[in-house]
């Protein structure tokens, strides 16, 4: 007999089906035993008149909760049952898997354990409604991303992670032997999607990890993550690349609020809105005179940057002012910009780039990139770059290039502030920082 998924089971009122999945709970009475068995697609009460069935009885008695069961029966309609007003009367069952007792961790208990714990026991973690739905919701956020982006043409790409040169600057490198020399993991796919746009593809994007050995441990930093990156072609500025960027998210979030719009409201209590478009942009000079006047000091340290403290209150002044969740932060100084970001004509301190902010948190920095071979060339030197080990990269402007722009956006960020989840730990499937490998 085929398995029948949980949630179908109001189809079949009347037949006999089979299900397979977790025992939840089990109330072993002196007569009747009463089953919760979990599947992805929910959970049904299953009984069993104990007299009637003795062997199986004995294996269901026999197995702990979390064990894994094949159970056949016939589905009942019965409006006093919580569950969905149905039953199952056992027929047959079958015991796949025994848990052992007792469970590490129980998806099922009211009280969580502390995160760094529930990491150690993920795959139990994973078990809870929340964290199924939560991956639920990423899966239709990367198809989302990649239909918008498919519809328009954009080739996807998949770039190297090992690399001979450091793409972005030396800080928060992971090294590595390789053969008979160094290797680097691949801090963000930027040369190679930039590599894309001298390659005659007039949009690429990349989903895929990248690494960085960032020591610190705050609820926002991963030292590996799932980085979104696009680049486009024939852009006039940064504009263009932002313009772009919100009608894409607008979509995604659309996207997300027809599937899973109202398990969002029930699990995590987080509405999903789509934004208005355009999203509100305020320039960084612009931004830290709000900072100012909300009485809002940046570390000095932070050179013309904002550090996460002014990220929220710039998150929470926005709210305010424009009633939404997100804003482009445009127009950065130079110097806390990477040498590809190109710079206004005009203006040659200030980059053509912006970071998005969402809820007062960073999700993506974009910028209009500098395709023209000698400014390039003559920004990398200004920043202390040594072009021997980039030249491949800048080669790339040489021989005829489009002018292009793009951004990257960290998955996991986006995950946060879609389910209003503080830590980001919560929304990846493995975590991965400085203490953490394992599991
Ligand atoms: P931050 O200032 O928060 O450290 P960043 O400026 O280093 O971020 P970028 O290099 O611009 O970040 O990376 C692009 C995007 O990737 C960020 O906007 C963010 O969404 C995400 N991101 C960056 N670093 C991390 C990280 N360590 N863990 C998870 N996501 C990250």
């Keep these: 007999m085929e398995r029948t998924q949980i949630g179908d089971l109001r189809k079949h009122i ?59 029966g016939k589905v009942i309609d019965n409006p006093i049952v919580k569950l969905g007003g149905l039953e199952m009367q056992l027929e047959s ?62 080739i996807e790409i998949q770039s190297p992670k090992l690399l001979g040169a450091p793409s972005e600057s030396g800080a928060e490198l992971f090294e590595l032997p390789y053969f008979d020399r160094k290797a680097y993991l691949a801090q963000s796919p ?29 609820s926002r930093h991963m030292t590996e993550f799932t980085s979104v990156d696009m680049e486009m072609a024939y852009v006039e500025s940064h504009e263009d690349v932002m313009a772009y960027q919100e009608k894409w998210l607008a979509y995604i979030i659309q996207r997300v609020k027809e599937a899973h719009g109202e398990e969002i409201k029930a699990r995590f209590n987080a509405d999903i809105e789509v934004p208005s478009l355009p999203f509100p942009r305020i ?11 909300e009485g809002y000091q940046v570390p000095p340290e932070k050179k ?42 005009d203006a040659p301190g200030i980059t053509k780039s912006f970071d998005l902010l969402g809820k007062g948190l960073e999700i993506t920095t974009g910028a209009q990139r500098e395709h023209r071979y000698e400014m390039l060339a003559e920004q990398a030197s200004e920043k202390g770059l040594n072009h021997e080990p980039i030249q491949f990269y ?16 960290g998955l996991s960020r986006f995950m946060m502030i879609l389910l209003d989840i503080p830590n980001i730990r919560e929304t990846v499937y493995l975590f991965r920082g400085p203490t953490r490998l394992n599991p």
Excluded at 93 to 101: G, I, N, P, T, W
Excluded at 195 to 217: H, K, Q, T
Excluded at 307 to 320: L, N
């Design 14 to 72: 009347g037949e006999t089906v089979r299900i397979q999945g977790w025992l939840q709970t089990l109330r072993d009475q002196k007569k009747m035993q009463f089953l919760v068995v979990r599947d992805m697609s929910g959970l049904v009460q299953v009984v069993v008149e104990k007299a009637a069935m003795p062997d199986e009885a004995a294996v269901i008695s026999g197995a702990n909760v979390e064990s894994v069961l094949t159970i056949t």
């Design 304 to 345: 013309g940057d904002i550090d996460p403290g002014g990220e929220r209150v710039i998150g929470k002044y926005v709210k305010e002012k424009f009633n939404h969740d997100f804003v482009f932060l445009t127009d950065w100084p130079i110097a806390v910009r990477p040498f590809y970001h190109m710079r206004y004509a």
């Design 283 to 293: 320039t960084m000079s612009e931004a830290l005179a709000i900072l100012k006047a």
């Design 190 to 218: 930027q040369f190679y999607k930039q590599m894309g746009m001298a390659a005659g593809f007039d949009g690429v994007f990349e989903i895929g990890p990248v690494f960085r050995a960032d020591p610190s441990f705050t």
């Design 93 to 154: 069952v079958r015991l796949d898997s025994k848990a052992d007792a007792p469970l590490p961790l129980d998806p099922s208990a009211a009280d969580l354990p502390a995160i760094d714990y529930r990491q150690d026991w993920r795959f139990l973690d994973l078990r809870r409604a929340e964290n199924l739905l939560m991956f639920k919701v990423q899966t239709t956020v990367l198809m989302a991303m990649r239909e918008f982006w498919v519809k328009d043409n954009f």
């Design 394 to 409: 800048l080669d790339f402007f040489k021989f005829g290039c489009p002018p292009h722009g793009g951004f990257g956006f």
